[in-house]
């Protein structure tokens, strides 16, 4: 309870204000300590309705459990860790005749002491709380009718299987359907993603897990650092210092050496639509377009792209998505940049939307102002997929690499800041653009600005 008669909820060093509840409703919200059951959120009373807005407030920022138990034994079958805000349980209506499969996407692993069902497709992950659930579930990694599961499966629990079913850890097939072994994951966009690739962009990104991302230091107190320059490995050194160089030295080497990261803008001198103009024609402009010949009987033709920088494949997977806070002669927005008509086109996304992207960079960069350029690296990831197993998603990394050192080194030139950002939330992304996060997302973002000249000493 806060000094002004609101409550809040501390996590982490964090607080997050809730509102303000009336007495009844506080009493009955303190049994969220133990469980409150869904059921009594559905009611008409005034108190069940503030509990409910409360409860609501509580899934929007991660800090609600659910439990399916089994009634007066104590013990929980399962809990459901929700991994996005927007998770609430629901159940996806099963019937008899009905049959169901495990997603090719959903795996089972321990985590500590514990047993956890988790999918990238899945807006939450299940803690297993019944070994016999476990069981059952093997049993679903081939197609199940549900009459069958009912007879022949002790763990039987058609809740749990309806809740497993609306978080796509389970698909319902029809005759049009086939095995549900590769293909009906209810998405075609789907069939061109290997299993460990979308869970490791999941996994690797913000927006659709709930665990601690960044440097968190989680081994400091478990393990010395490794040292910044690894020790020389034993044995005779040829000491290349003694052999001549080029005197001077080339603009290119200059320009390597000179490149660095830039977090803190002029705000008062922002980077102008002709420099962003130059920077986006130096760095991710198509320079030619030409077709492949058929490499085998029946393969179709394939068409290609040239551009600045080198690319698996000569696919150029990547989009550059540019949310403007600051830059003279563009309005504040977000635009795609069309790499093949070197042209900027606005994407309609509401303040709120554009103000969390550039606050996420911001917080990213440990920096004291929001970027004035923020350039979001997406992949069309079936462009490397269609082609490669296996390796797409590391491909799609090492092009990465390769555009941000291209990045950097434009900036350099061209006397602006720029700097690498590690993460991004994919799952806004998706909010914004109103692409599927598996069709097109975020791999990489870089902040670009006017780099704030450091003051004179006095």
């Known amino acids: 309870m806060q000094a002004d008669g609101s409550i809040a909820a501390f996590v982490d060093g964090y607080s997050v204000n809730l509102g303000q509840l009336s007495t009844a409703a506080m009493d009955r919200a303190r049994s969220l300590t133990d469980g409150l059951p869904l059921a009594s959120l559905a009611g008409k009373s005034a108190i069940a309705r503030e509990v409910d807005v409360l409860v609501h407030r509580l899934a929007r920022h991660g800090l609600l459990e659910y439990r399916l138990s089994f009634p007066h034994a104590g013990q929980d079958l399962v809990v459901i860790e929700p991994q996005v805000p927007e998770y609430w349980p629901q159940r996806a209506k099963l019937g008899e005749s009905d049959t169901v499969v495990l997603s090719r996407f959903a795996y089972l692993r321990r985590r500590g002491n514990e047993t956890v069902l988790e999918s990238p497709r899945a807006g939450a992950l299940f803690r297993i709380g019944d070994p016999a ?194 830059c003279e002669g563009l309005a504040r927005g977000l635009y795609h940049y069309d790499a093949g008509g070197h042209a900027l086109v606005a994407i309609g996304v509401s303040a709120q939307q554009l103000q969390a992207l550039s606050a996420a960079a911001e917080f990213a960069m440990d920096a004291p102002g929001p970027p004035q350029v923020l350039i979001t690296i997406a992949a069309r990831f079936g462009r490397i997929s269609w082609k490669y197993s296996s390796i797409a998603y590391s491909l799609i990394l090492k092009d990465v690499g390769s555009m941000i050192q291209t990045f950097y080194l434009a900036a350099t030139d061209m006397g602006l800041g720029g700097c690498a950002i590690g993460t991004s939330n994919i799952d806004l992304f998706a909010k914004m653009t109103g692409l599927e996060f598996h069709v097109e997302g975020p791999v990489g973002q870089f902040a670009l600005g006017r780099g704030r000249k450091p003051e004179a000493p006095r």
Not at 184 to 195: I, K
Not at 218 to 235: D, I, K, L, T
Not at 239 to 252: A, M, N
């Open 133 to 326: 659930i476990a069981a059952t579930l093997v049993a679903l990694s081939q197609p199940q009718k549900i009459s069958g599961l009912r007879r022949h499966v002790a763990a039987f629990n058609l809740d749990l299987l309806e809740l497993l079913l609306d978080s796509q850890f389970l698909l319902k097939l029809n005759a049009e359907s086939g095995d549900g072994l590769r293909v009906n994951e209810g998405d075609g966009n789907l069939v061109l993603w290997d299993f460990h690739d979308l869970v490791f962009h999941t996994r690797s990104t913000e927006g659709r897990q709930a665990n601690p991302v960044g440097s968190t230091f989680a081994y400091a107190s478990v393990v010395s650092p490794p040292p910044a320059v690894r020790p020389p490995w034993p044995g005779k050194e040829i000491d290349l210092r003694k052999l001549p160089t080029s005197d001077p030295i080339s603009p290119f080497a200059k320009l390597l050496r000179e490149r660095h990261s830039v977090r803190d803008f002029d705000d008062e001198n922002p980077v102008t639509l002709a420099e962003l103009a130059r920077f986006l024609d130096t760095t991710a402009r198509v320079l030619s377009e030409w077709k492949s010949d058929a490499n085998f009987e029946g393969s179709p033709e394939i068409t290609y792209s040239t551009r600045p920088y080198p690319s698996a494949g000569s696919a150029y997977e990547l989009e550059l998505y540019l949310a403007v806070s600051n």
